[in-house]
């Protein structure tokens, strides 16, 4: 049996975090997370844990997620040896004062020159959750009104079906009705 002690470490702050944009293109920085976070680490002296890579910032809805585009946004948390997370306000500050250490560190990765620049984050993407939000309520209203016209025209069809049917059955009786009294009167006269 093995035994798994968890630790949760609260942060003393509620906005915790921090999100930069680059020069550089989403898909190479998605491929560069690990190495981005020990040059921050290496630029701040905290354990940085990179939460998401965007093209967009988080304000909308990413139609495709490898789109070339020169700014990318990385959101991030900082902690620091204790593995309590640092407000985001502090680690804004770090990144101005240490604004050259970070850009030369993640020129070393990218190999060209690299331009930061600290984004406002505050520290909730509720822009995007309306969109999401919006999108969805759009989605369903969509749906709810194809099954509508499904129905409609399963409801249609059917009351046509059934009166074809009812016709047929009516002029099937009627011929069925007749056959026999005229095959009766015919025996009659014999």
Request: with cysteine.
């Amino acid at each position: 049996m093995t035994t798994v002690e968890v630790h949760m470490k609260e942060s003393r702050y509620g906005n915790s975090v921090t999100v930069i944009s680059i020069n550089q293109p989403v898909y190479k920085v998605e491929k560069m997370i690990p190495e981005i976070e020990d040059s921050m680490k290496t630029a701040f002296g905290w354990t940085v844990k990179i939460l998401s890579v965007t093209a967009d910032g988080g304000n909308k809805i990413r139609i495709n997620s490898r789109k070339s585009t020169d700014k990318t946004y990385i959101s991030f948390i900082a902690m620091d040896s204790s593995g309590s997370i640092i407000e985001a306000d502090e680690v804004k500050e770090k990144i101005y004062t240490e604004h050259h250490v970070l850009a030369s560190e993640l020129e070393k990765i990218f190999g060209t020159e690299v331009k930061i620049q600290v984004e406002d984050s505050s520290g909730n993407f509720e822009g995007f959750s309306e969109e999401v939000v919006i999108t969805l309520a759009v989605l369903l209203s969509l749906t709810i009104l194809a099954a509508g016209v499904q129905l409609t025209v399963c409801i249609i069809k059917k009351n046509f079906y059934n009166k074809q049917k009812k016709m047929e059955r009516e002029k099937s009786d009627k011929l069925s009705i007749e056959m026999p009294v005229n095959f009766w009167f015919d025996r009659m006269d014999e």
